[in-house]
């Protein structure tokens, strides 16, 4: 694996960053007790849970992006029309493929790793029934939206034609998030580029949410998610992006911890 050199870090984007995560934290405190009011304490962790599970690709599509990212730029080394280059040198082919092939694979692994199970002994004895797995799975993904759920449903779901369509749609949705997330840092890394901001220059909450705006952005229109898991990833993800970025760091893969 590649290390990447790391740059002398300023005491003042050290401040900035530490001020913006306990913004964040505050933030997230707040709308948990707002989530808890209005439902309850175990309504807001359930919230949380399947808001990060049902959009886990998208998570991995990103990080795996920065394992991968390496070679020729997308960009060519090209400037745009005001001058400025179009991305830059950290975003490449390798890095784009390679995090969408991340996000489709471990995302798909880790969504079935949390299963629920109801009826556990029966999952168990029928461990290869398809459509005992499917049911599990749906019953996971109904929690996006009611509309998720009709749409599985729509033929029937105790007949085997009807698995295969659901398995194709949960295929599609989890595929539409693993190509979203990267595209999604790309339109970030054009937008920075465009503020003047160089390659590991810190431009606050951009830089830790274009990927899963951009996300909610193209699912929302086939697969619609509630307000409440909206904003609950708008907020989470600073805070996910951020020890990610300094995991990520401290491994030798970015120059900067943010």
Not at 47 to 52: N, R, T
Request: no cysteine; net charge positive; aromatic share 16%.
């Amino acid at each position: 694996m590649e290390k990447s050199k790391s740059q002398k870090l300023d005491h003042d984007d050290v401040n900035k960053i530490l001020i913006f995560v306990i913004i964040i934290l505050v933030i997230n405190m707040g709308f948990a007790l707002f989530i808890s009011y209005i439902w309850s304490v175990l309504d807001y962790l359930v919230i949380l849970g399947i808001s990060l599970l049902t959009t886990s690709p998208a998570f991995f599509a990103n990080g795996g992006m920065t394992f991968t990212g390496k070679g020729n730029p997308i960009d060519r080394g090209k400037n745009f029309i005001d001058g400025k280059r179009i991305f830059g040198d950290g975003k490449t082919w390798s890095g784009l493929i390679g995090g969408i092939l991340s996000g489709i694979f471990i995302g798909f692994v880790f969504t079935l790793l949390f299963i629920p199970v109801r009826n556990f002994a029966n999952y168990i004895v029928d461990l290869f029934s398809w459509e005992l797995v499917y049911l599990q799975y749906a019953e996971v993904m109904s929690f996006v939206h009611p509309l998720y759920l009709k749409i599985i449903t729509i033929s029937g779901i105790q007949t085997v034609p009807s698995i295969y369509i659901g398995f194709m749609i949960l295929g599609l949705r989890l595929v539409l998030l693993a190509v979203a997330a990267p595209i999604g840092d790309l339109v970030g890394s054009f937008f920075k580029r465009r503020l003047g901001k160089d390659r590991g220059e810190i431009v606050l909450f951009l830089d830790q949410i274009d990927f899963i705006l951009f996300t909610l952005l193209v699912i929302f229109f086939i697969f619609p998610l509630q307000w409440y898991y909206i904003i609950t990833l708008i907020l989470i993800t600073p805070l996910i992006a951020l020890i990610a970025n300094y995991v990520i760091y401290r491994l030798g893969k970015k120059s900067v911890p943010w």
